[in-house]
């Protein structure tokens, strides 16, 4: 299909052309939990360790990082099992604006080795908490294909630095929920006001072009 060459130039000068706007930046650092671990397999970090995954601490228990024991989360890097000998929880922070809305989304799934095979972590992030699961039997899930669900959550900043916490609500046992490639972002309405301003704009030059 031909472009209208008008078309085209307000699209451009609206700098609609590629909309660069619409990816956002990741305020997590390390949201692809990065490791020391050296293991091609996993490695399993203790409560109080808070320098074996970068900007990580883990907050109770234990929890094991996977390099390469299951399949890779979809947008890669590492996943952690979050009841490692014992269940357990980590923890992160990241700068927010009060009062500013954004968006936690993150990769779920569940060791598919043995235990309780509902497994249950809990997200708490600006004082929202909330429980997901993943049923590893209801799934079909396995180590060659851990059937990664995609989770959000929206949350109000209530200060400049914003906590984000995930623990296993697993009773007992090694074979915990999963996470994997966290992301926090936030809308940016100017750019949506942007996109709708030039469409507008768009649409006046076409039908200016077919009443002429």
């Known amino acids: 299909m031909l472009i209208d060459r008008k078309v085209f130039a307000v699209c451009?000068?609206?700098g609609l052309t590629a909309l660069p706007g619409i990816g956002h930046a990741n305020l997590?650092?390390?949201g692809n939990l990065?490791?020391?671990?050296?293991?091609g397999s996993f490695c399993t970090y203790n409560s109080g360790d808070s320098t074996?995954?970068?900007n990580w601490s883990v907050t109770s228990g234990s929890v094991d990082l996977i390099t390469g024991y299951w399949q890779t989360p979809p947008g890669g890097g590492n996943s952690v099992d979050l009841d490692g000998n014992a269940p357990g929880g980590i923890q992160t922070s990241f700068a927010t604006n009060a009062g500013t809305e954004y968006t936690l989304s993150f990769e779920l799934s569940g060791n598919p080795d043995?235990?309780?095979p509902l497994k249950t972590v809990q997200v708490d992030v600006a004082g929202v908490i909330q429980t997901f699961t993943f049923d590893?039997?209801?799934m079909g899930s396995s180590k060659s294909n851990m059937k990664w669900v995609l989770e959000t959550l929206t949350f109000v900043a209530t200060g400049a630095t914003t906590s984000l916490k995930f623990t296993s609500l697993d009773g007992s046992g090694p074979y915990g929920a999963v996470i994997a490639?966290?992301?926090v972002e936030v809308p940016e309405p100017g750019t949506l006001a942007l996109l709708g301003a030039g469409l507008l704009a768009t649409a006046g030059v076409m039908r200016r072009k077919?009443?002429?």
């Open 12 to 14: 451009a000068a609206m």
């Open 210 to 212: 077919r009443r002429s």
């Open 181 to 183: 490639n966290v992301d």
């Open 136 to 138: 590893t039997s209801a």
């Open 114 to 116: 043995g235990g309780n």
């Open 52 to 54: 074996s995954i970068s």
């Open 34 to 39: 990065a490791s020391v671990c050296g293991s």
């Open 28 to 30: 997590i650092t390390n």
